[in-house]
């Protein structure tokens, strides 16, 4: 049983296109993220919902809007999809916000804007 | 702001060699840090983590110990596997942040047979 999982895992575009990328999490989490990750493996915070209440938002152009239907789902739409947003996109869930808080991460989701 | 400084990679070593990877922060208030692991084609996932100073944390031989007074959470392991060939994370989360956690850049380890 998948403990987080994102669809789809890869994902190839054509610059200007919108996307979407869907997470899924059944560890009944109240807390979960997206993280973008570049091709030298840097790991960087975009988005962080808690009981579907946007916490975080890093500094990410407005082109990246995610939506939190439930708690249990945290979806990535990205518009006007660009050269530069091409990586890893990760989602992870946490219990909550403590800060020994540990977050469970999904398998990725490699974009790659022609 | 807070910020986790670790040593840069490649690391290369023989199977059953001594392994540490280095890792210092910077936070306000009193972290929890944590290292992550992340296999090829895989996420994250927790190593070990501690939430106090002293504290040692410890999985599948590996081990971190909180130093508060050098501000730092080296991982070592006394004996590497060719499958233990992955990319680390030091991570910390920290009340100044809130509680956000911020991840290192990450150290590819390789290991040869």
């Known amino acids: 049983d998948t403990a987080v999982s994102q669809t789809p895992k890869y994902l190839v575009t054509q610059m200007g296109n919108d996307k979407s990328i869907k997470c899924e999490q059944n560890?009944?989490?109240?807390?979960m993220y997206w993280y973008k990750q570049d091709s030298k493996k840097f790991l960087k915070i975009m988005f962080s919902?808690?009981?579907?209440?946007?916490?975080i938002n890093e500094t990410v152009p407005n082109r990246f809007s995610p939506k939190s239907p439930d708690k249990a789902h945290l979806n990535l739409h990205i518009n006007s999809l660009e050269l530069g947003d091409s990586a890893v996109y990760f989602c992870?869930?946490?219990?909550?916000?403590?800060?020994?808080?540990?977050?469970?991460f999904g398998p990725g989701t490699r974009l790659t804007v022609l | 702001g807070d910020s986790v400084t670790q040593m840069e990679g490649p690391v290369t070593l023989s199977e059953e060699a001594f392994l540490t990877i280095n890792c210092t922060y910077t936070?306000?208030?009193?972290?929890?840090l944590f290292w992550y692991v992340q296999y090829p084609g895989e996420g994250l996932q927790l190593l070990l983590k501690?939430?106090?100073?002293?504290d040692k944390g410890s999985n599948k031989g590996f081990e971190a110990t909180y130093r508060k007074e050098t501000t730092s959470f080296h991982l070592e392991k006394g004996s590497v596997q060719v499958s233990d060939s992955a990319v680390y994370f030091c991570?910390?989360?920290?009340?100044?942040?809130?509680?956000?956690?911020?991840f290192g850049a990450g150290t590819r380890l390789f290991v040869k047979a």
């Open positions: 992870a869930s946490s219990q909550d916000t403590a800060r020994a808080d540990t977050q469970y």
């Open positions: 560890l009944g989490h109240d807390t």
């Open positions: 919902y808690n009981n579907k209440e946007l916490i």
């Open positions: 936070a306000t208030g009193y972290p929890s």
């Open positions: 501690a939430t106090k100073a002293d």
């Open positions: 991570a910390l989360s920290a009340p100044g942040g809130g509680f956000k956690t911020i």
